[in-house]
């Protein structure tokens, strides 16, 4: 008689597609849902999700909850209605919340959204985290052959403004320093603006002693009104000793906008 281990694996993902144990995946799109609106209006959205595998059927459900981002950019996930910047209770997902995609089988839902008056707003920008998840597990061995029941969940962020709200997007610069302990620098910046401001922070280093540059690996930023952000720029392992300017910009995605932060350095 052959044994197994048996391990519960829950696999996350956010706004992308994911494949993983083989057969286990589930597929979601658009990663992202921008709901713009007056107050009181309606606006409703399309979300298709399928089931990639060939033979396994996938029991999903449809569930809401608040997130925000850390200093460092990533996710912090909370209950629902616990954030002041909160529009779960605004959403109404159709035609049900909970339903089965066979093999290969796709469903579209429609999101809608309908935002209250604004004197009851409190935030410029309001948020949700959707998630879709697979309540069936399935049957997968990993690496080193267990047997490991794997649960696929899937999340989606949904924004709104209001339309009568002028849009102003504003990204500051508010601090550069090289950290010599750690062979990195840290950028930090805040979203000064009323909007979500998404865009590119492109970096490099001038040698001063002959002018010659080394660029460093773009990061992808994305933001939320009064949003505290640091970046950490790791220094290539190769970077000979000496005197460098290392300059940053952000480049915005939806504008010709460009702020820029330069720092001199030493590394020794």
Known sequence: MRHYNYFLTILLVLGCSLSAYAQTGITVGPPRMYFVSDAGETKTQKLLVSNPSKTGTMNLTVSFNDWHYDTLGSNVVVD?????????????????????????????????????????????????????????????????????????????????????????????????????????????????????TDGVISSELISQSDGSTIKLEDQIIYTMPSDHRQVVLKLPPTLKKGKYIATSTFSQVDNDVIKMAELPFTYE
């Open 80 to 196: 629902p209605q616990t954030l002041p910047t909160s529009l779960t209770s605004w959403i109404t997902v159709m035609p049900q919340t909970f339903f089965i995609l066979g093999p290969g089988e796709a469903r579209e839902l429609e999101i809608s959204l309908t935002a209250p008056a604004q004197s009851n707003q409190g935030e410029p920008v309001h948020t949700a985290m959707l998630y879709i998840t697979q309540t069936n597990s399935t049957d997968s061995f990993n690496e080193k052959g267990a047997l490991v029941k794997v649960s696929v969940r899937t999340g989606i962020k949904l924004y709104h403004r209001y339309s009568s709200v002028q849009k102003n997007p504003d990204i500051e610069f508010t601090d550069y320093k090289y950290e010599s302990k750690d062979q990195q620098l840290r950028l930090s910046f805040d979203n000064a603006g009323n909007t979500w």
